[in-house]
C-alpha cells in the first residue's frame, strides 16, 4: 500500500490566490516529511521538509507546510499564488529512517 | 541545477544497444540514487549508494546495472532494454541516506527504447 498520497491530480487557481497542494500519509510513528517541486524539463528541486517541532515549515519561493498529526497531513500552501509557481509538486515520507516513498504529484496551473 | 549533473540530457536507443547515463554531483554528498519517473506514476526508487557502497537495489532488472566508481559519479549502464523501459531517469544525492537528510535532483535523462 502506497504510503503517501496526494489526493488531486491537479490543481488550478488564479495569479494572486491561496494555493493549497494536499498530501496525506499513512505511516506510523514520527516520519520525516517533504515537499518538491518539478518544473518541465527539470529534475525535482527541494521545497522544504518537517522534521520535528513547529507544526509550520517555511521553504522556498514563498511556500509553506503544516504538519497535522491528528490528520496526517502535510499540505503545502502559498498565500498568492504566481503564474510561474505552475509546475509538478510531490510530496514524500520517510518513516522512522526507511527509504524516501513519493507520491504521484500534483500539478499546479496558476492562471494569469 | 549544476549541484547534480546528468548527461546526455536525451537518449533514444534500439533494444540490442548498449549505452550508459552519468551523474555528477558536485556537493560533496555521501549518498547517490537512481529514480525512473514514468508519466502518472510515483517516482521509483531504482538503486541506492552511500559511500560507494550500494545499499539497496529495488528489484530492478538485471538489463540495468549501476556502477559508483566514487561518492561524486554514478552511472547507469543499459543493455537490451525494452519499451517499457522508456522514461525520465533521474539521479539524485543527498548528505546522508537516511533520517532527514533532502535529496538535490539532476535534470534527469529522457530515454526512449525504440
Known amino acids: 500500500a502506497q504510503s503517501v498520497a496526494q489526493p488531486e491530480d491537479q490543481v488550478n487557481v488564479a495569479e494572486g490566490n491561496p494555493l493549497t497542494v494536499k498530501c496525506t500519509y499513512s505511516?506510523?510513528?514520527?516520519?520525516?516529511l517533504f515537499w518538491y517541486v518539478q518544473y518541465p524539463n527539470r529534475g525535482l528541486q527541494f521545497l522544504l521538509k518537517?522534521?520535528?517541532?513547529?507544526?509550520l515549515v517555511k521553504g522556498s519561493y514563498g511556500f509553506e507546510a503544516e504538519f497535522n498529526k491528528s490528520q496526517t497531513s502535510f499540505h503545502l500552501k502559498k498565500p498568492s499564488a504566481l503564474v510561474s509557481d505552475s509546475a509538478l509538486y510531490f510530496c514524500?515520507?520517510?518513516?522512522?529512517?526507511?527509504?524516501?516513498?513519493f507520491g504521484a504529484g500534483t500539478t499546479v496551473t496558476v492562471r494569469a | 541545477e549544476t549541484g547534480v549533473t546528468q548527461t546526455p540530457r536525451h537518449l533514444v536507443m534500439g533494444m540490442t544497444n548498449k549505452k550508459s547515463l552519468k551523474c555528477e554531483q558536485h556537493?560533496?554528498?555521501?549518498?547517490m540514487y537512481w529514480y525512473k519517473q514514468s508519466a502518472k506514476k510515483p517516482l521509483e526508487l531504482m538503486f541506492v549508494?552511500?559511500?560507494?557502497?550500494?545499499?539497496e537495489n529495488n528489484s530492478v532488472p538485471s538489463r540495468f546495472s549501476p556502477e559508483c566508481p566514487n561518492s561524486s559519479h554514478l552511472f547507469l549502464h543499459l543493455h537490451t532494454l525494452q519499451p517499457e523501459d522508456s522514461a525520465l531517469y533521474l539521479c539524485?544525492?543527498?548528505?546522508?541516506?537516511?533520517?532527514?537528510?533532502?535529496?538535490?535532483f539532476g535534470p534527469g535523462t529522457r530515454l526512449t527504447v525504440t
Open positions: 539524485a544525492s543527498s548528505q546522508g541516506s537516511g533520517g532527514s537528510y533532502e535529496q538535490y
Open positions: 505511516v506510523s510513528g514520527n516520519p520525516y
Open positions: 518537517y522534521i520535528t517541532g513547529d507544526n
Open positions: 514524500a515520507v520517510r518513516p522512522n529512517d526507511y527509504k524516501l516513498s
Open positions: 556537493l560533496g554528498h555521501n549518498a
Open positions: 549508494y552511500n559511500f560507494k557502497e550500494q545499499t
